[in-house]
């Protein structure tokens, strides 16, 4: 273990100039106009698997390439394991609020900046800097691992449903490890156990044929884009309670258990509130605002757009408008059963001036495994060997919608091991990673697969 840890230590300027290069492409999933920026970026981690001596294919799909690469099979009783992550990027806009261009990575202090940069470049090249570490130093490998690097994920995973379905035999393995999410702090290591679903729906009003002129026919007809606000705040009551009719149905509160390890969690109200930038914290009465993002189900407006939005103004009644909404769904939501209790709702209250239609779009369970196991107790091992800091449990809000799909697929649970940090700036201008949580973990991985192979 000695000489991989002291590899990945001499290496890190090495490690950091690969990360840069791979964060140079610009992956964006949700643009077209990137399509060939995706190959680029699957072929690169490709090239760089295949640099260690992994066994590596890249995978068209309808979509976009899925990256797998193995390492020479070890002895067959040790165990295997499926490290997942993905090599597409948020979009980067708005560019103006970026201090440096998002796609030109710069190294200030003991951060990196770049889009993409901790969501997730540099969390699963930190897996494969470890096996890089084993490989070179002549250090056998204590599990078998299969890397498995998509790049759909920031849309919702599309195509690797079935492409795990169909290769379900050669992924066999005995569990997923992923770096797709966070931890507190540098000193508070963690190990989550549950994440949030989400589904996507748009909602759309449509009102006159076309845009009118707002003097000479407003006021004698519904305006679509009134009646969409009126319709959204029906959705949710001003205690942040969601008042679709059976929404917290199938909710499982947290237990007293999962209420002492949040307690641990270094949390503190006004510094994130400040963090935030808002002039007050709002959430669902009776929860804290830690329970409130990571184990309360939400309805969020992610954008709405209608009439004219240009310089200056202009005097119409729009034709339509329209909200993107995604909500978070926590254990045991059924992402189909709330669609349609959401859509039910939504038609109940659309007034009969306009038409209402639903779209719905990428969904994914929630996910949550027992934090107890044997196997949990090896990765908080790993954790705390790694970050040098006690580990503790966690939820998170965010979503991975293909764990569910390991489960179901595969059979397997997933280990989320989170390198990214709460001020990394995930998804926002100005994303980046932490140097000591990259160096932190890859020790992390080190131990990982000693503490997994024991158990
Ligand atoms: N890395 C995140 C998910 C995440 C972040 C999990 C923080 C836990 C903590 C991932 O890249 C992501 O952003 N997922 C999307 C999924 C969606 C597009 C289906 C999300 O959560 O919005
Ligand atoms: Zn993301």
């Known amino acids: ?66 990256v797998v690469a193995r390492t020479t099979p070890v002895d067959s009783r040790r165990p295997t394991y ?11 806009e708005p560019f103006e609020l970026w201090k440096t261009p998002p796609f030109e990575p710069r190294i200030e202090g003991r951060s990196i900046y770049a889009r993409g940069i901790s969501d997730n470049k540099g969390q699963h090249l930190a897996h494969l800097n470890v096996v890089e570490a084993y490989v070179r130093t002549g250090t056998q490998l204590p599990c078998n691992l299969i890397f498995l690097i998509e790049g759909e994920e920031e849309v919702g995973s599309d195509h690797l449903g079935l492409f795990l379905q169909k290769q379900r035999g050669k992924l066999a393995c005995d569990g997923v490890v992923i770096s ?35 003097g000479l026919f407003g006021g004698s007809l519904e305006n679509p884009a009134m009646a969409l606000c009126q319709l959204l705040a029906k959705m949710r009551d001003k205690r942040g309670k969601i008042s679709v009719p059976g929404y917290y149905q199938n909710v499982v509160p947290l237990s007293a258990y999962e209420r002492r390890q949040m307690a641990k969690l270094p949390f503190r109200s006004e510094a994130y509130r400040k963090f935030l930038g808002v002039p007050k914290l709002f ?36 034709a339509w408008a329209s909200a993107k909404i995604t ?101 926002s201008p100005n994303e980046k990673f932490s140097l000591d949580a990259f160096t932190a973990g890859m020790r992390m991985g080190a131990h990982l697969w000693k503490e997994l192979a024991a158990i």
């Open 82 to 92: 499926l490290v997942y992550g993905h090599y597409d990027v948020q979009p980067p």
């Open 180 to 214: 797709d999410n966070g931890i507190p702090s540098l000193k508070h290591p963690a190990l989550t156990y549950a994440l949030r679903g989400i589904v996507a729906i748009e909602v759309r009003i449509d009102g006159p044929s076309r845009d009118l002129h707002s």
């Open 1 to 66: 273990m000695k000489a991989v840890l002291d590899y990945l230590h001499t290496h890190e300027a090495r490690f950091l100039e690969e990360l840069c290069a791979y964060a140079r492409i610009p992956s964006v999933s949700a643009q077209p106009k990137h399509a060939p920026d995706m190959l680029r970026a699957a072929a690169w981690i490709a090239s760089h698997c295949r640099s260690l001596g992994l066994a590596t294919r890249v995978h068209p799909t309808a979509g976009n390439p899925i």
């Open 283 to 318: 959430g669902e009465s009776g929860f804290t605002p830690d329970e409130q993002k990571t184990s309360r189900p939400t309805f969020e407006i992610n954008g709405l757009t209608s009439g004219y939005q240009g310089a200056g103004s202009k005097t119409i009644v729009p």
């Open 327 to 427: 909500l978070r769904l926590v254990p045991d939501q059924k992402p189909r059963q709330i669609v349609l209790a959401v859509t039910q709702h939504l038609r109940k209250h659309c007034p009969p001036t306009v038409r209402l239609t639903v779209k719905p779009g990428h969904g994914g369970e929630p996910y949550i495994v027992s934090p107890t196991t044997p196997r949990a107790q090896a990765a908080l091992r790993a954790l705390r060997a790694g970050f040098g800091y006690e580990a503790l449990l966690m939820r998170e809000g965010g979503s991975i919608p293909i764990v569910n799909q390991f489960k179901k697929v595969l059979g397997v649970d997933t280990l989320l091991l989170g390198m990214a940090l709460p001020d990394d700036n995930a998804h």
